[in-house]
């Protein structure tokens, strides 16, 4: 979440009443046990052609699309991904379905309620980007503080934590003040926070900004719990290995737009990238490439063998079998010898960059209704 200002039109909101207060490529997270709680059943949030637009400049005179027909659906008890770059409107998209911000068009529901809505509110837990906890406080008495937030009796916030904190992997920190945790720690308890309400829907801003490596993974064995118990789980973050590994699909935004949306596999693409490993004379390799019409693929020097020939890789792209064997027909005409050939599955990191490059020939994956991505309209 960017660390802006609250916008002009941030209405006021009740701490008792807003979402808790803030109260694991290979996948981390485990495909869905056979006797888990099923992802079929009314969306658990539904977006249709969702926009907003701020007013800003000089006297308000200019107005910034921050979301422009934002359509997609976040299925229950699944892991939904949040991609996009700088100013996407990935923080708007958020304030909207938590209704801090209200929405300029278009609809947006929640667990079957009006986004912002306070039936809706009280099944979330919010966990917002950066967020920090009093550090004089114990793990226990963070908990009962924020649980008297959310307005839970002391007497219910007892009987959940000890719960909460073993989810967490806290359960031997409860009497250890905040001041002593690391920053995986603190992101920890405040998604052991989150939950106290037993909301069933999580909404997390970058949970891992500012982790170590194990605190990545401990936040991802968290919320593969979550997923186990049935909730569902929207996570904003712009580590895009992280989402990977986590997440069951996702949406990338770019310019407010929706640029792709769908399972992990259908955003990557279903093809493989061709890099092949060659050793030979490197004006051979460039002329061998050009003439089988690969002259315009990355080629990069990776040094020499003890013949003193050169390594070089050769990244064809997802072309078919034939094209490759054009390709090394060629090169072994050159007297370029083939070392090895890789076919590896596109990342979501290509597909990001894929998806949110200047150009509008990008296909929204999916088949939630979404509308084709539309050019690029800065
Ligand atoms: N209160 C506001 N007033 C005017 N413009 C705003 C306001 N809040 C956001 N914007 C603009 O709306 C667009 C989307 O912003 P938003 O913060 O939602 O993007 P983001 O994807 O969360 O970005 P980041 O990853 O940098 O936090 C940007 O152009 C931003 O400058």
Redesign the pocket.
């Known amino acids: ?2 660390n ?5 039109d941030l209405e006021p909101v009740d701490p008792f009443e807003s979402p808790a207060a803030s109260t694991a490529s290979p996948r981390d997270v485990e495909p869905r046990p056979p006797n888990a709680p099923s992802t079929d059943g009314p969306p658990v949030v539904d977006a249709v052609d969702l926009s907003k637009t ?3 400049g000089l006297f308000g005179r200019k107005t ?1 699309h ?1 979301l422009r027909g934002v359509s997609f659906q976040v299925r229950p008890g699944e892991i939904f991904g949040l991609l ?10 958020i304030k909207v379905l938590l209704g801090i911000c209200r929405k300029s068009g278009g609809s947006a529901t929640v667990l079957g309620h009006p986004a912002g809505a306070r039936d809706a509110r009280r099944r979330i837990g919010y966990l917002p980007e950066g967020h920090r906890l009093p550090r004089h406080l114990t793990a226990n008495t963070a908990l009962d503080y924020y649980g008297g937030l959310s307005g839970l009796s002391s007497a219910e916030v007892k009987r959940r934590r000890g719960d909460l904190l073993t989810l967490v992997g806290l359960s031997k920190w409860g009497n250890t003040n905040v001041r002593k945790f690391s920053k995986g720690m603190q992101q920890r308890l405040g998604l052991a926070q989150a939950m106290l309400h037993d909301p069933d829907l999580l909404i997390l801003d970058e949970p891992t900004d500012g982790v170590d490596p194990v605190g990545h993974a401990d936040i991802r064995r968290v919320l593969g719990e979550l997923k186990a118990r049935g909730k569902t789980v929207f996570l904003n973050s ?1 580590l895009l290995q992280e989402l990977e590994m986590v997440c069951d699909r996702a949406a990338i ?1 770019r310019n ?1 737009e929706v640029r792709g949306l769908g399972d992990l596999d259908d955003l990557r693409g279903g093809g493989e990238l061709v890099t092949l490993r060659l050793l030979g004379e490197e004006k051979a390799v460039r002329s061998a490439l050009v003439g089988s019409h690969f002259g315009g693929v990355p080629l990069k020097s990776i040094g020499h063998d003890d013949d003193g020939r050169g390594r070089f890789t050769a990244e064809l792209g997802d072309v078919d079998q034939a094209q490759v064997d054009v390709a090394v027909d060629a090169l072994r005409d050159a007297g370029v010898s083939l070392h090895s050939l890789l076919r590896v599955k596109p990342s979501l990191e290509d597909a990001f960059l894929r998806a949110v490059a200047d150009d509008d020939r990008v296909p929204v994956a999916g088949t939630d209704g979404v509308r084709q991505a539309g050019g690029v309209t800065n």
Do not use: E
């Not at 996009?84 to 998209?93: M, R, Y």
């Open positions: 979440m960017s802006q200002a609250p916008p002009a701020y007013s800003d910034v921050a996009g770059p700088n100013g996407a409107g990935k923080t708007t998209l712009h935004l407010g």
